[in-house]
């Protein structure tokens, strides 16, 4: 078998091309970008005080640095720009829906990035994130309902700002432990992109997803249980708006509600955390965007005797199997399906692994 049949029996649309090319080196520059700047924002973000206190919702006994999500930032953006310098985007429907992402998470860095340093309204908040949804929107990137109703298209709207919203509100409660929001987003990012890499019309989710796996990746070699650096609800706002982003790109049409399985599947642990949360606290009487807790699953683990450690990789476990049966419901052959996954967990291992050893590394010196 040659680089070529190998290649196109991976599901990849045109391995005569250098897209894939481009693919591969925007995830690795991501990586390496994100894992090298993250140690010098910690430097900075220790020094000004950007840190998250001990609290309810937290697990962390002293201040931690939560500026991690500008380098995951930083890091997409550094990828992007580059991989399309030395690889032109000269479709403009592709490079209009790149730049449409890359605004609406933006904005949600920012308004993130401000409440974790000095706390915003959560209603500020809410109306941020519909606006990033109606930019999403307005670019043509929306959940299309074709129910044959007069009001399909409003409710299409709605759908749309539902799911884009609720994904980016239920990846930012997942971040209460180490290691757990940057994961499963390691883990939903690769998912997608390999179901988007089999289509040529969806170069920009693949280009983009590239990308925010490469980020996620780098940044969970620091976040890994002993975490010293939490990427914040500007991290995690921008995560996940660009995972549901992604998830629906392409106009997902939809004729009934079953057909919105596959793509729910992708981030089905994030959406049974942040449903059980809700439901929970509206039946106590509270707020469930504004009152912190430990009701989450990440809790429950833990209450059961589990570590940290442990508990985020039963979730990552999870998550890699509702990613395959979401993949597998995509059409994806079972030779697609065996190399993303063995590619995911070869990736976390290493970098679980390299984490590992940096403790050990620096407990010994300290001990000395």
Do not use: C
């Not at 106009?251 to 793509?263: H, S, W, Y």
């Not at 967990?345 to 940096?358: C, E, G, H, I």
Request: aromatic share 8%; proline share 4%.
């Amino acid at each position: 078998m040659n680089l070529y049949s190998f290649l196109q029996s991976l599901g990849i649309a045109n391995p005569s091309g250098t897209g894939w090319l481009a693919v591969v080196f925007t995830f690795i520059l991501a990586w390496v970008v994100t894992y090298r700047f993250i140690p010098q924002v910690r430097t900075f973000a220790l020094r000004v005080g950007w840190a998250d206190q001990p609290n309810a919702r937290r697990l962390n006994r002293e201040p931690l640095p939560n500026a991690g999500g500008l380098a995951i930032y930083a890091g997409v953006i550094a990828a992007l720009i580059l991989a399309t310098f030395l690889r032109p985007i000269v479709i403009e429907a592709v490079l209009a829906q790149v730049l449409t992402i890359l605004l609406g998470g933006s904005m949600l860095v920012l308004v993130g990035f401000i409440d974790d340093q000095f706390g915003l309204p959560p209603l500020f908040r809410l109306l941020t994130q519909i606006l990033a949804s109606l930019l999403l929107i307005a670019s043509g990137t929306i959940i299309q309902l074709n129910f044959g109703t007069p009001i399909d298209s409003i409710l299409s709207v709605l759908l749309t700002i539902l799911w884009v919203v609720g994904i980016t509100n239920a990846v930012n409660l997942m971040d209460g432990m180490d290691g757990l929001a940057g994961g499963i987003s390691f883990i939903t990012a690769m998912s997608l992109l390999a179901v988007s890499a089999q289509f040529e019309t969806r170069a920009a989710a693949t280009l983009v997803l590239a990308a925010v796996a490469g980020s996620a990746l780098g940044f969970l070699r620091h976040n890994f249980h002993p975490s010293h650096i939490i990427m914040g609800d500007a991290g995690a706002y921008f995560l996940g708006y660009v995972l549901a982003g992604t998830s629906i790109l392409g106009n997902l049409k939809v004729t009934t509600l079953f057909a919105l399985i596959p793509t729910v599947l992708f981030v089905l642990v994030p959406v049974l955390d942040t449903t059980q949360v809700f439901v929970r606290r509206l039946m106590a009487g509270k707020n469930p965007l504004s009152t912190p807790g430990k009701d989450h699953l990440h809790h429950r683990l833990l209450a059961w005797g589990f570590s940290q450690r442990h508990a985020a990789i039963i979730l990552w476990a999870i998550t890699l199997v509702s990613n395959w049966v979401a993949m597998r419901m995509q059409g994806m052959s079972g030779i697609m399906m065996l190399a993303t996954t063995i590619g995911i967990v070869l990736l976390l291992s290493f970098t679980v692994w390299r984490r590992l050893r940096a403790v050990l590394r620096a407990t010994k010196k300290m001990a000395k």
